[in-house]
């Protein structure tokens, strides 16, 4: 199954795909990550991420850090609540491609692109083009190794299991607890006086 659909994403060499992870969750910060493949690549396996599982995924990392060149950025919770996370989602994605320090194609995963960035945007690009799947997995085993490490600061949250997402866990903490700093508070759960709980996808 892997092999099959490795071969229906289509690999640009030499091209960077950018994408990001943690759009949806209710805290912590949006992780992009960029990533340009050699010709080459041995890119059987890689997919978009979320329909890999977490091991699957950290060694698939290893495999596109050993031979790619890429870049991880960030936006974090005071940027997400101060521009809104669809654009604190796009800063990180450009900080991530300016990084890499060239000038090379640009396919992001989505429909928008980053201010600045002359791109071409790959509505579902993480399942259609390697370099975009790669980009994702890069920024998802990022930001879960760091909400990981905020569950140690915080740890009455969850945060290594759920990673900030909406889960029945995580809405009982925010009950009992309130926000942290790390929760992002134009999220209408998080709010002082929370409103009706909404659905995030990632």
Known sequence: ???EKARRLKHYPDAAGLDEAGRGPLAGPVVAAAVIL?????HAGIDDSKKLDARRR???EARIKAKATYAVALADVDEIDRINILWASMAAMRRAY???GCSV???VD???IPPG???TAVVDGDAKIVCIAAASILAKTERDRLMTAYAEQYPEYGFERHFGYSTPEHFRAL???GPCPIHRRSFAPCRIDPQPCLTFDE
């Open 110 to 112: 989505g429909n928008t």
């Open 38 to 42: 050699p010709k080459g690549f041995r």
């Open 175 to 177: 009950e009992r607890f």
């Open 105 to 107: 194609a640009i396919y």
């Open 58 to 60: 950290v060694e698939l």
């Open 98 to 100: 300016e990084l890499l």
């Open 117 to 119: 960035l002359n791109a």
């Open 1 to 3: 199954m892997n092999i």
